[in-house]
């Protein structure tokens, strides 16, 4: 049974208004198990499951006969979208109370930064309610254009982070997975918890996040000596970075290198067999660190290439996040 609150009725009337013959669905990996629950709750209408790797709001699959469902990802803000997508916002139901209880048992914050992952957003305020009720300050910031809720944040976002970091002793990242809370702790500075309510466990990420900077270093060190640059673009329509892409070229051929555009909606690694050194990333940034150790040569983010090309020193790494697509 879906463990996510959505309102099947609203979203009955929205398709009937819409008007379109047929249905698409497209939902994150982690919906996909539910996708004929999904179906059934949609009886009567022609719906299409989509069987494409979806990862974000960033990734929307449209086609002009079809009324498109994206499920599970609020909108970004400031991307304009085809008018043929409704965005299916799916809460999580499940309670932070008791692992926030078993964090506060065993620690002292005394001022806290909460962010979530959308499908929590709605818990950011019971678990700011249960720790003002212990005496901890809690902020929460409201973020840049590319985010909708404050708190949110997203793997290529730490905005609502950013902007709270400098009143707060820690964060807490409500939610699953390290990436997330290792890109708030990397932005921030500030020692950052990922408070699990599935597990009902927590745990600090400073220990990754020093393993993840040495990797980052690592790759650093074999870009400096490329002389052949594959510059990654992607086409999907909340990832497109071109000035950024054209900005790294021309940045690479002012030092006598060589650079070349590559564009693509989906970019898998062993797909990327071109005769260059090292590949620059302006797609997704999770493409860069997750599956760094995928591709057949080093990947690296553009603030790594300036870093590489000596554009700028190594204290001024940063980890890889989108604010704006063209
Ligand atoms: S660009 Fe990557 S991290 Fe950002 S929203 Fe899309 S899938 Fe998530």
Redesign the pocket.
């Known amino acids: 049974m879906l463990p996510y609150d959505i309102d099947f009725q609203s979203l009955r009337e929205k398709i009937s208004s819409e008007g379109f013959e047929r249905v698409l669905l497209q939902l994150p990996e982690g919906l996909k198990i539910y996708a004929t629950e999904i179906v059934d709750a949609l009886k009567g209408y022609n719906v299409y499951i989509s069987t494409k790797p979806c ?5 929307i699959e449209v086609y002009p006969d079809m009324l498109t469902l994206h499920f599970g990802h609020s909108e970004i803000p400031n991307i304009k979208y085809p008018p043929n997508i409704v965005f299916v916002e799916a809460f999580s139901k499940v309670s932070f109370k008791n692992v926030v209880e078993k964090f506060l048992k065993d620690h002292s914050c005394d001022s806290a930064g909460l962010v979530a992952s959308v499908q929590h957003i709605p818990q950011i305020n019971e678990v700011r309610e249960l720790l003002e009720s212990r005496g901890i300050e809690t902020y929460v910031g409201n973020g840049d254009g590319r985010v909708k809720y404050p708190g949110q944040i ?4 730490f905005s609502t982070a950013r902007e709270v970091a400098k009143k707060v002793s820690c964060f807490l990242f409500l939610g699953t997975g390290d990436f997330h809370a290792m890109g708030v702790e990397m932005a921030t500075g500030k020692k950052t918890y990922v408070i699990d309510p599935f597990t009902q466990e927590y745990h600090e990420v400073s220990e990754k996040v020093s393993r993840f900077m040495r990797q980052r270093f690592g790759a650093i060190v074999k870009a400096e000596e490329a002389d052949k640059y594959g510059i990654i673009v992607s086409s999907k329509i ?2 497109r970075r071109i000035k950024l892409a054209m900005a790294l070229k021309e940045m690479i051929e002012s030092t006598g290198k060589k650079a070349y555009l590559l564009v693509s909606d989906v970019i898998i690694p062993e797909e990327l067999y071109y005769d260059v050194d090292v590949y620059v990333n302006t797609a ?3 493409v860069t660190y997750d599956d760094y150790l995928r591709f057949p040569r080093p990947i690296i983010s553009p603030v790594e290439l300036e870093i590489a090309l000596k554009f700028k020193l190594w204290e001024n790494f940063k980890f890889d996040e ?1 604010v704006e697509v063209d």
């Not at 990862?55 to 990734?59: I, K």
């Open positions: 990862y974000g709001a960033c990734d997203l793997g290529c976002n909340g990832q997704c940034p999770r989108i």
